[in-house]
């Protein structure tokens, strides 16, 4: 039953570091969308370019900003994963 817990909280804290990781990236290219959206609804500009470019240049600003932070989140995300596996691992060794 503890081991059905465990893979449950991970299974949780999981869903949150992808959430924190993804989330800077999404937001800010939802906002230069609909930015633009408005920009082009105003403007009678229907340019497929004209969405595309703006998203990606602030998706790489985003991820410069952000980058290192949404490493480390992900990396000591997967450090507890590994250090939950090895406990468990010497827990099944000590059961036998």
Known sequence: MEDITALLALADRMLWVTALVAAPVLLA??????AVGVVQAATSVNEQTLT????LAV???VLV????SMMMLVSEFAQDVFAQIARTGQAAQVAR
Request: charge should be positive; charged fraction near 5%.
């Open 52 to 55: 595309f470019v703006p998203k």
């Open 59 to 61: 998706t790489a600003v």
């Open 65 to 68: 900003v952000f980058g290192s």
């Open 29 to 34: 290219s939802l906002a230069v969308g609909l």
